[in-house]
């Protein structure tokens, strides 16, 4: 009986110290952690840059029609389709950002070795995507926007020398 209790407690220490992590793991899941953090902290500041570029897509949304209004005929034909496109990307990518911290878990330490490097993969994956699709909308919103511009001050300058020709 007392070898069968020595034993079992025998037992039960080795099935406690092994299923503790090794500082290694530990390591490894914490470095992870943080680099999904790093990734999410600079997804953020994307976002953030991304709601100053829709506001500049407004503003320039509001002069074209205000100089549609002015120069009718120079303006025939142009639209801001384009505009309110990339406006609607950048809204979309700052969803995807948005559904991706509803449904973000934090980093348990409690969890096992293995589920908690799939969740910080999957996050770290999710969070590539993410910057990819924040990255270019970005780019794209900016190059709209620069069209647009450069097409307002050609279509000013037209309509600026037929005027003084008159």
């Known amino acids: 009986m007392k070898s069968t209790i020595i034993m079992l407690a025998v037992m039960v220490a080795f099935v406690l110290t092994g299923c503790g992590k090794s500082e290694v793991e530990k390591k490894l899941e914490s470095d992870l952690n943080s680099e999904v953090m790093k990734m999410h902290d600079a997804a953020m500041a994307t976002i953030t840059k991304g709601k100053d570029l829709a506001s500049q897509l407004d503003k320039s949304v509001a002069m074209h029609d205000s100089l549609a209004k002015l120069y009718p005929k120079a303006f025939e034909g142009t ?88």
């Open 79 to 166: 639209t801001t389709d384009d505009l309110k496109a990339a406006k609607e990307k950048l809204a979309s990518v700052k969803g995807e950002m948005d559904k991706w911290m509803q449904g973000h878990k934090p980093y348990d330490p409690n969890m096992k070795h293995e589920e908690v490097l799939a969740q910080l993969k999957k996050d770290k994956d999710d969070l590539m995507k993410i910057k990819n699709d924040v990255d270019g909308a970005l780019s794209g919103a900016t190059t709209v926007l620069e069209g647009h511009k450069q097409h307002a001050a050609d279509l000013l300058s037209k309509a600026a020398k037929k005027v003084v020709k008159k």
